[in-house]
Nanobody, 128 residues
Framework: QVQLAESGGGLVQPGGSLRLSCAAF????????IGWFRQAPGKEREGASC????????YYTDSVQGRFTISRDSAKNTVFLQMDSLKPEDTAVYSC?????????????????????WGQGTQVTVSS
């Protein structure tokens, strides 16, 4: 059974850090582009970051550039999103998704319709 499972969300104060994990079951993540999407209440889903399948090139939307880092751990079949210097506006449900290699466009970012498999999402709340 093909499945993606996110973990690592929670409540953190502004300026704090969280590391989100996206673990794959039933398939090998290295063969897929991985995107991290987020959706805040009342807002459209946004592609925050993605990583390509071959060279592990990365993309970050402007609002998270320099604060978030996406990476792969092939041995664990997991992709991580390290989030530092968190701000209240980062509050959202974060979901990971897997798609074909071209699904991560490092110039335009991840486009949700290109992704095949989705996790259930994990809540990130940044508040004092």
């Amino acid at each position: 059974q093909v499945q993606l499972a996110e973990s690592g969300g929670g409540l953190v104060q502004p300026g704090g850090s969280l590391r989100l994990s996206c673990a794959a079951f039933g398939f090998t993540l290295d063969n897929y582009a991985i995107g991290w999407f987020r959706q805040a209440p009342g807002k459209e889903r946004e592609g925050a970051s993605c990583i390509t399948s071959l060279r592990s090139s990365t993309y970050y939307t402007d609002s998270v550039q320099g604060r978030f880092t996406i990476s792969r751990d092939s041995a664990k079949n997991t992709v991580f999103l390290q989030m530092d210097s968190l701000k209240p506006e980062d509050t959202a449900v974060y979901s990971c998704a897997a798609g074909p290699p071209f699904a991560c466009n490092t110039g335009q970012g991840p486009q949700s319709y290109r992704y095949l498999y989705w996790g259930q999402g994990t809540q990130v709340t940044v508040s004092s």
